[in-house]
């Protein structure tokens, strides 16, 4: 029998905090794992969070359940059995993270919990990185034979092209300490500090001249924007590839993907 999906990502929540608009994400399993539902009411948080004239700066704090290592399942990969979901997957994975950089408003976000693949590569979207002592990050794809071409070029933007070998070929969990050596993160707080880190992050941010932050900020994300757009029909090749009916048989143990 194929093993059962893990729960998706709930619905984000919301609320603000001194002019900041926290939205809370958080996995019941340590997969992080989303869906298109997941996807779009997150952009829709993000963008009202941006138009609301009485927030000043943006926080996400990605949360998991479990601390334990992640399980050899890739839940995302179970979900596609066409090259047209393939395509609509990265295509909806690139739009969110489209989403994060274009935001006039400071962004910053917090990991409390292990932050794995897309979540992962979602904070790296933010202006600014926060994580907990106790969190990590893990980019795992390639042990579960899927590949990382998103994870390649966002890795390679903002780092080196060995830390980008060593983060993706090495596929090992990144604690916090080492995150903020690889400059993944800016600072690691005490896991009870999170919450009021990240407000306080946030604040500092918005204290800059308005028009002078966003400036700036356009200049920046545009860069990495324009290599995610320019790798999308290069990733959609290489998943739909990798995530062919015969090898996802052929990893799962399944003759039909879409009845797992």
């Not at 996995?27 to 927030?55: I, Y």
């Not at 070029?153 to 690889?182: D, K």
Request: net charge neutral.
């Amino acid at each position: 029998m194929p093993e059962p999906l893990p729960k998706p990502m709930p619905a984000p929540i919301e609320f603000d905090r001194a002019g900041v608009r926290v939205i809370q994400i958080a996995s019941e399993s340590q997969h992080n794992s989303f869906t298109p539902a997941f996807e779009a009411a997150l952009k829709a948080a993000l963008r009202r969070a941006d138009a609301d004239e009485q927030v000043r700066a943006i926080a996400l704090c990605i949360g998991s359940a479990q601390q334990q290592e992640p399980a050899e399942l890739c839940p995302e990969t179970l979900r596609l059995s066409s090259a047209a979901q393939v395509d609509l997957w990265v295509d909806g994975i690139t739009d969110l993270y489209a989403t994060v950089l274009r935001l006039n408003k400071p962004s910053v976000a917090a990991i409390d919990g292990i932050a794995t693949g897309m979540s992962f590569q979602l904070a790296m979207m933010f202006d600014w990185r926060l994580m907990a002592e106790s969190a990590s990050f893990r980019l795992p794809g390639l042990n579960h034979g899927v590949g990382s071409p998103v994870g390649v070029t966002i890795l390679r933007e903002l780092g080196t092209f060995n830390l980008m070998r060593e983060i993706v070929y090495g596929g090992s969990q990144i604690p916090a300490a080492r995150a903020q050596s690889y400059g993944l993160v800016n600072e690691v707080v005490e896991a009870s500090a999170v919450l009021n880190s990240t407000i306080g992050a946030a604040h500092r941010l918005a204290a800059y001249p308005e028009t002078a932050f966003q400036k700036t900020k356009r200049v920046a994300n545009q860069l990495l924007l324009d290599k995610l757009v320019k790798a999308a029909p290069v990733s959609k090749e290489a998943h739909r590839n990798i995530f062919s009916v015969r090898n996802l048989s052929d990893f799962f143990g399944s003759t039909d993907a879409s009845a797992v």
